[in-house]
């Protein structure tokens, strides 16, 4: 049986919010954010040299994001700014969702870890990709050590 996109291509961590996602093995992290109601988020993007947040700091790399509705009724709209640490999502329903992308190589020297922090009610879930070494989903690492 072939293996399956889970462990090839990508890991996940569904419940991100605020969490640390290590990205040594890693390409970079895709964030998939969510609030429903239109009633906008700011998400928050930060670094840290470890799972503890050492040298925590803001990660001001944000330079696009993509937004809609979040339901598959509408194509990705591609948003742009000025290199930033957060988006803001506006209080419509076509930005309800957001997903902003984070290269590893974009992260300071001696950091590895990022997170991507809702001041909302908003989801967000982490997708690495570009995985360094290709696993069954039961071997894959714990993406927060």
Known sequence: MAQKA???LFNTAPAADGKWINLKAAGGVA???YLAGAVGDTYTLQEARDAAGTGAQNLPVLTEYHTSTGDGSDAWTRRT???GATVVTAAAATQ???VCEVE???LSDGYKFVRL???GAGTVNAVTRDLVAQRAPANL???GV
């Open 6 to 8: 889970l462990g090839r």
């Open 31 to 33: 964030f998939l954010c």
């Open 81 to 83: 700014q000025a290199a």
């Open 96 to 98: 309800n969702a957001m």
């Open 104 to 106: 590893a190589t974009s």
């Open 117 to 119: 922090s809702s001041t």
């Open 141 to 143: 690492p714990a993406m």
